[in-house]
Nanobody, 119 residues
């Protein structure tokens, strides 16, 4: 499966952006999907993830109450609605899809999309 992340850009503190992670080449059915972010010189960190059925979600403490993850399986797309953005949210955001095949986890990464929050 190929993942295409989009929706990044430049926004002022307190603003909002919606990131999209669209799959092609295969459906996202059965995949858990997560968003990660990375700042140059730092490790990639998990931001949020959503289960394959859309009912289970997880958020990093730093984004709880501000970000909302959702998925539209009919469109093979996962979204990350980011509200009340802060300068420390500035990073390249990546989406990742994982599925368990037998005893092996297959995972796929999209290219990053840059989010810049100005103070």
């Amino acid at each position: 499966v190929q993942l295409q992340a989009s929706g990044g850009g430049l926004v002022q503190t307190g603003g909002s952006l919606r990131l999209s992670c669209e799959a092609s080449g295969n459906t996202l059915d059965g995949y858990a999907v997560g968003w990660f972010r990375q700042v140059p010189g730092k490790e990639r960190e998990g931001v949020s993830c959503i289960g394959s059925n859309g009912e289970s979600t997880w958020y990093a403490d730093s984004v709880k109450g501000r970000f909302v993850i959702s998925r539209d399986n009919a469109k093979d797309t996962v979204y990350l609605q980011m509200n009340s953005l802060k300068p420390e949210d500035t990073a390249v955001y990546y989406c990742n899809a994982q599925i368990l095949r037998g005893l092996k986890i297959n995972d796929y990464w999209g290219q990053g999309t840059l989010v810049t929050v100005s103070s």
